[in-house]
């Protein structure tokens, strides 16, 4: 079940998510927090961030997974999400390094879904992070996907290599490929918390939430999942039944 929390805005957005991190890492502080990139999550990272500086929260004993990864980009190009996450996150808390998991790009992509398939199958996440593409995909989990999927490589659609095309120079610098976190992993959290802000991610959250469960919406197969949480503000939300 998918339960729906609108706020007002991003800032709004940002705030209760962290309510929901802070509360599992307060009562579990060796918690598994599975963790995901694109602009949305930046201001939760950011709570996250002031909250250990101020409170001292830490995370000394957390681990961490991320969704997804690029393919055919440096792991230190600005743009990875092995730097996002090092950028936006990590490096304000005193998480250790041996303590973050990403899927990495390496000459034998099979091998490298096996080997993250293995990290994924040796923890039990306790918080899934995720935002929403436009297009419904969740990671990098394109419409089409199997919702029994594990980790995989995927051909990136036009429409996602657009939407990321801001980050980069131009469209022809946006990776094709990526490497990510099936949807069955992620359906094995045992919380999701999914972030949503601004209009143009109105009609996926609908979908998601209001369409039927289909793998044209890879969201939708979070209307099985038994603790999902959505955090939207008023625009994203703007289009929900
Ligand atoms: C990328 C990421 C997704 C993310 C999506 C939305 O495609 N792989 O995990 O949810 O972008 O990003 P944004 O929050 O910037 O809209």
Redesign the pocket.
């Known amino acids: 079940m998918i339960k729906v929390v609108t706020v007002k805005d991003y800032d709004e957005m940002s705030a209760k998510a962290f309510e929901v991190i802070k509360e599992i890492v307060t009562a579990k502080p060796d918690c598994v927090l599975g963790l995901?990139?694109?602009?949305?999550?930046?201001g939760l990272y950011q709570n996250m961030v002031r909250d250990h500086e101020e409170n001292g929260t830490s995370y000394s004993n957390a681990r961490t997974v991320n969704?997804?990864e690029y393919l055919g980009l440096p792991k230190d190009h600005p743009e990875s999400?092995y730097s996002f996450m090092h950028r936006n996150l990590f490096s304000g808390l005193d998480i250790p390094e041996t303590s973050i998991s990403l899927p990495e790009d390496g000459e034998d992509k099979a091998a490298q879904c096996e080997k993250y398939d293995k990290i994924m199958d040796a923890v039990e996440v306790d918080v899934q992070l995720?935002?929403?593409?436009?297009n419904g995909?969740?990671?990098?989990n394109e419409p089409g996907t199997p919702f029994d999927s594990k980790t995989h490589v995927v051909d990136?659609n036009d429409s996602?290599r657009q939407?990321?095309a801001r980050?980069f120079d131009s469209i022809d610098e946006v990776p094709t490929q990526?490497i990510?976190m099936g949807i069955g992993t992620i359906m094995k959290a045992k919380k999701v918390l999914l972030?949503?802000?601004?209009a143009?991610?109105a009609d996926a959250v609908a979908a998601m939430v209001n369409g039927p469960k289909s793998e044209n919406t890879p969201a939708s197969a979070l209307q099985s999942h038994p603790d999902t949480i959505l955090i939207v503000d008023e625009a994203a939300a703007s289009k929900l039944a």
């Not at 995720?130 to 436009?134: A, F, N, P, R």
């Not at 995909?137 to 990098?140: D, L, R, S, T, V």
């Open positions: 995901a990139t694109g602009s949305t999550p930046i969704l997804d999400y995720l935002g929403i593409g436009s995909h969740i990671g990098f990136l996602t939407d990321n980050f990526a990510t972030v949503a802000s601004g143009n991610k």
